[in-house]
C-alpha cells in the first residue's frame, strides 16, 4: 500500500505552486535569451581559440526535471560538442541549488587553455570563479571537494590539480538568495563571467 505524507498531500493540493513553476520557468527562459543575445553581441570581432570545425552559429536551450531530481534550465552559447572535443559556455539554472556560467574545454586546444590559464592566472584569479574539481564535466555541485576557488594565493594549487586532467571547466555560481537574482542582473554576469574567462581562450 502507498501512503502520502501530510507534506505531501499539501504539496499536491496546493493551487498556486504549479502556475507559479510555470511562470518561474517562463522567466528563467527569457533570462536565458537575453544572454545569447549579450553573448552573440560581445563575441563580435574576437578571435577565439577554439576547435577546427567549431561554428559560432551553434547554440542550444535545454529544459528538464531531473538533475539530481531538481529541474533545470540551460544555454548552450558557444556550443562546441564533436566527439572528445568540447568548448562551451554553460548557463545554468538549477531549481534548489543555484545559477551557474560555465566554460566547459575538453579534447582539442586543451594543452593550449591550460598553459594560458597558467600564464594568465592573475587576469582570471579573483573574480569570483572556481576550478570545477569532479570526476565528469558534469558535475554541477559546488564546495569543497567539488570546486576550488581561483584565487590569486592558489595558483600553484590549482597548477598541481590542472596538470594531469583530460578536461576543465571553470564557474562561476550564483546563490538563488543572491540579490543577483532578484535584481535581474543575471544576464549582466553570464557577460561579465565569459569576459573574465576570455585570456584562457583566446590567442
Request: proline share 6%; charged share 25%; with cysteine.
Amino acid at each position: 500500500m502507498i501512503e502520502f505524507t501530510p507534506e505531501e498531500i499539501s504539496l499536491v493540493a496546493d493551487e498556486k505552486f504549479f502556475p507559479a513553476k510555470a511562470r518561474i520557468t517562463k522567466k528563467v527562459r527569457g533570462i536565458l535569451d537575453e544572454v545569447y543575445a549579450g553573448l552573440k553581441a560581445d563575441l563580435t570581432g574576437i578571435t577565439l581559440l577554439t576547435p577546427a570545425d567549431f561554428d559560432l552559429a551553434k547554440f542550444q536551450f535545454v529544459k528538464g526535471e531531473h538533475l539530481e531530481s531538481f529541474p533545470y534550465q540551460y544555454l548552450d552559447f558557444p556550443k562546441h560538442f564533436s566527439g572528445e572535443d568540447k568548448f562551451t559556455f554553460r548557463s545554468l539554472f538549477w531549481w534548489g541549488h543555484h545559477v551557474v556560467f560555465a566554460l566547459v574545454l575538453e579534447g582539442e586546444g586543451l594543452k593550449r587553455y591550460k598553459q594560458n590559464l597558467i600564464n594568465r592566472y592573475h587576469e582570471v584569479a579573483g573574480r569570483h570563479l572556481c576550478f570545477g574539481l569532479g570526476p565528469t564535466l558534469w558535475e554541477w555541485r559546488q564546495g569543497e571537494g567539488y570546486t576550488l576557488p581561483l584565487t590569486h594565493e592558489r595558483k600553484p594549487e590549482v597548477a598541481a590539480v590542472l596538470s594531469n586532467r583530460p578536461f576543465f571547466k571553470l564557474a562561476r555560481f550564483v546563490r538563488l538568495d543572491d540579490p543577483i537574482v532578484a535584481e535581474g542582473r543575471l544576464p549582466q554576469i553570464a557577460r561579465e563571467t565569459f569576459r573574465t574567462l576570455l585570456p584562457v581562450i583566446t590567442p
